[in-house]
């Protein structure tokens, strides 16, 4: 089990960069692969992007696909998120997740989260 912990986020305008990160306490960092998601109010959690436990595979959803860039540094037991090119519909609480078993889009394969951070894109 891993204690995850997001920061990073904030108020920017269309256009924008960001840089989140979610830093986990516990050990063997490295063989969770990490995800991150986002929830906007009144819809379902989304899926935002996912990195195997080594970095050398990402996956990115299709609404952020060439906009974020997931990452890790597995010394620092911290996994980022680089936003750019921020939407209006960007805005969401932006939430990292880790999973024992391997990469997946579907939330409920992960086994732990953070408590989120907030991301507001404003138009």
């Known amino acids: 089990q891993v204690q995850l912990v997001e920061s990073g986020g904030g108020l920017v305008q269309a256009g924008g960069s960001l840089r989140l990160s979610c830093e986990a306490s516990?050990?063997?960092?490295?063989?969770?692969?990490m995800g991150w998601f986002r929830q906007a109010p009144g819809k379902e959690r989304e899926f935002v992007a996912a990195i195997s436990g080594r970095g050398l595979s990402t996956y990115h959803g299709p609404s952020v696909k060439g906009r974020f860039t997931i990452s890790r540094d597995n010394a620092k037991n911290t996994v980022y998120l680089q936003m750019n090119s921020l939407k209006p519909e960007d805005t969401a609480i932006y939430y990292c997740?880790?999973?024992?078993?391997?990469?997946?889009?579907?939330?409920?394969?992960?086994?732990?989260w953070g408590h989120g951070t907030q991301v507001t894109v404003s138009s």
């Open positions: 997740a880790a999973d024992k078993t391997g990469w997946s889009s579907t939330p409920s394969d992960y086994d732990d």
């Open positions: 516990g050990r063997a960092f490295s063989t969770y692969a």
